[in-house]
């Protein structure tokens, strides 16, 4: 499946370039690079606004390098990220508004992320430029297993303009680590990251999390506000918060069980198309006997719909989308999973019926 796909050579060819020699021997370096390519193809076999097959594909490739070891600075470290996308949205045959594939994006190439980060003692650090709000606020652990995209973060703040994949946005954030087990995380983003400009009519999104996380558990608290969301009651502005928990309930030789809450909200009488997101669901690795790296996952994402959004559009109160998956380790670097998902009304509109989605991905990461 993943030969279909033209931009997996190029990344490649860029992932042999950008690693140095001493990498590719097998030694540690200053450098280090991770490809991944992930290609989907996802099919509405029924419901939804039609039936149909949508192959898309996501390609990302990752440079780090260690400023220290460098010899340029010490505490310092520079990150840069390229992504290669295409195929069209399989949502545009299910009709959904929380996006049931993550990967989902059209075509383009794009430098993603380009940060510098600067350690402030062992307890805090500093961090500069494009980055990606999603690779460290509201992140679940378990939920990133699923396909559907509101696992990886709540639509209600994925749908203000968030800087997220594939748009990461200039940025600035401070972290505190007090406690081995404690970390605080304050940021603030341009408000509209596609732009790379930073302009005051385009406000910022400042967003704040704290976490508490063991080896067995993780929770997480965040409140963020965007100044410039031209909002439902003709305010500019909207502010929300969210909470997330991963909890592994049991462990055995060769795997665990666990199970992942996530809850936002934003104001609601501002919020023009979704007010709170509710998500859950069961983690399972090692569930065959013999295949410790192989995951199962059930989970259940539910988006209440603005009132904004109901009266325009004579929707109904919510979106839920259940996803069954099982992600199959072929070895070091390759990996199936094939998912189910069923969509009762999608976009909250009371004329389409429940969508059936099949989806098979492919995982290919160096």
């Known amino acids: 499946m993943i030969s279909r796909f033209p931009g997996l050579p190029a990344l490649l060819l860029a992932a042999g370039l950008a690693m140095p020699a001493a990498s590719q021997a097998g030694e540690a370096s200053p450098i280090t690079t991770e490809l991944s390519y992930v290609a989907e193809s996802a099919r509405v076999v029924g419901g939804g606004l039609q039936k149909g097959t949508t192959n898309h594909a996501a390609g990302t490739l990752d440079v780090t390098l260690d400023g220290e070891a460098l010899g340029w600075w010490p505490g310092g470290m520079v990150f840069i990220e390229f992504i290669v996308d295409h195929g069209p949205d399989p949502s545009r045959h299910a009709g959904d508004i929380q996006a049931l594939s993550n990967i989902a994006d059209g075509n383009r190439t794009r430098l993603q992320q380009f940060w510098i980060e600067q350690r402030l003692g062992d307890a805090a650090s500093i961090l500069l430029g494009t980055h990606d709000l999603n690779s460290e606020f509201y992140v679940s652990d378990y939920a990133g297993l699923f396909t559907n995209s509101s696992f990886g973060i709540g639509p209600e703040i994925s749908s203000v303009g968030a800087s997220l994949w594939p748009e990461a946005g200039l940025a600035a954030r401070l972290l505190v680590q007090p406690h081995e087990h404690v970390s605080l995380r304050l940021a603030g983003y341009d408000g509209d990251p596609a732009t790379r400009q930073l302009k005051g009519a385009e406000g910022y999104l400042g967003i704040f999390e704290a ?50 809450f996530q809850y936002g909200a934003v104001q609601s009488k501002k919020a023009n198309d979704i007010r709170s997101y509710l998500g859950l669901g069961l983690h399972v690795g090692g569930l065959i006997p013999g295949r410790p790296d192989d995951e199962f996952g059930l989970a259940m994402a539910r988006a209440s719909l603005a009132d904004a959004y109901r009266q325009a559009n004579g929707a109904l109160a919510n979106e839920t989308a259940v996803e069954l998956t099982y992600r199959i380790a072929l070895g070091e670097h390759l990996a199936l999973q094939p998912a189910f998902q069923w969509i009762q009304h999608p976009s909250g509109d009371p004329n389409l019926s429940s969508a059936r989605v099949l989806l098979l991905r492919g995982e290919f990461s160096l």
Do not use: P
């Open 211 to 260: 976490a508490l996380e063991y080896d067995t558990a993780a929770f997480k608290l965040g409140a963020w506000k965007h100044s410039r969301y031209a909002a439902a009651d003709g305010s500019q502005g909207i502010a929300g918060g969210y909470g997330l928990a991963d909890i592994q309930l049991a462990d055995w030789d060769e795997g665990n069980l666990g199970v992942f």
